[in-house]
Each structure stands twice: as C-alpha cells, then as structure tokens.
C-alpha cells in the first residue's frame, strides 16, 4: 500500500527539475528566434547554462534508468540495437545547439532543441517499448475499444484540419520579431 508522499522521491525530484531546465532551454531559444536587443543577447547568455542542466539531468536519468529497470539494461546493453543511434542523434543536437549560440544564429538553436527532445523522448519510448504505462501496461493493454477509436478517428479527421489551419494563421499574424516600442495591438 502507498502513502500520500510516494510520488517524491530523488528521481521524480530529478525528473521535475529536468523537466523544468528543458521548458527554459525551449524557452529561452524560442526567445532567440523571435526577439532582438537585450532580450536576445539574455537568451543567448542563459541558453549554454540550460542546455547543461538539461544534459546533466539527461545524463543522470540514462545511468540511472537500466540500473533500476532490468527490462531497460537488457535492451539498451545486451547487444549494440540501432535505438544507440538516439542518444548519438540527441547528442548531436545539443552540440549544434551549443555552436549555433556561440555563432549567434538565430533559427538553429530552436530547432535544434527541438531535435534534442524528440531524440530523447523516442529514447524512452524505444527503452521500454511495448510498455507504455509502467509498470505493467502495454500500448495494447492502454488502448480503448476500436469501436471508439474509430469513433475518435473519424472526430479528428474533421478537427485536425481547423486545428493546422489556425495555427497556420496564428502563425502568420505574429510572424517576425518582437521589438521594442511595438505590439501587437
């Protein structure tokens, strides 16, 4: 039987604290693309030191997880899989995240902090894959009825469309930088 507390512990802590160092370093590049002056130059200070906490922690968790998991170590040290091919692509992104701030462009970091999370996350999803809710569910077990997922699939064939258009146009409308003295009002 668990207790109130059960869900704080150092990893959940750890998990926390990473989760909040990665939602700055988006942050803080988004921040590169779409502003100008002191603000940019902000980003560009702050983005190397969150791009480190977001790898230590990156770090910690992949040591930390297939010493906790054997179903982890089994799949990711049993043999050379091509899932090592994730960590490398991950790597890679924050190396070109890292240089692209040094070089002070403006496009690059943003989307290379995008690589680093996909690359990361299709990680998690290759270490425990079929398993999607630990420790016991797999995708198929979480699945709903087909029934309603055809249900659902036929409501999102009619919603995604709107959904891209007006993010589409959202887009459009603030397009460009955010400079000082101007809004958007």
């Not at 496009?107 to 299709?122: E, K, N, Q, R």
């Not at 887009?171 to 930088?177: A, L, Q």
Request: some cysteine; proline content about 6%.
């Amino acid at each position: 039987m668990g207790g109130a507390l059960d869900w704080l512990t150092p990893f959940t802590v750890l998990t926390g604290l990473g989760l909040m160092a990665g939602y700055a370093l988006l942050g803080s590049t988004w921040l590169i693309l779409k502003s100008e002056g002191y603000v940019q130059q902000w980003a560009y200070r702050i983005t190397p030191k969150l791009l480190l906490a977001v790898l230590v922690v990156f770090g910690i968790v992949s040591l930390w997880t297939p010493w906790v998991s054997p179903e982890v170590r089994d799949r990711w040290l049993s043999q050379i899989h091509l899932i090592w091919v994730l960590p490398i692509l991950a790597m890679v992104c924050a190396y070109v995240l890292y240089r692209a701030v040094k070089r002070q462009e403006e496009g690059l970091p943003f989307v290379a902090s995008l690589g680093l999370f996909i690359f990361t996350y299709l990680g998690l999803i290759a270490s425990k894959w079929p398993v999607i809710v630990p420790p016991d569910y797999t995708i198929w077990d979480a699945s709903s009825a087909p029934e309603s997922q055809l249900f659902l699939l036929i409501g999102v064939l009619f919603v995604i469309p709107i959904v891209l258009a007006y993010t589409a146009w959202t887009y459009w409308v603030f397009r460009g930088k955010v400079r000082v003295g101007e809004g958007y009002h």
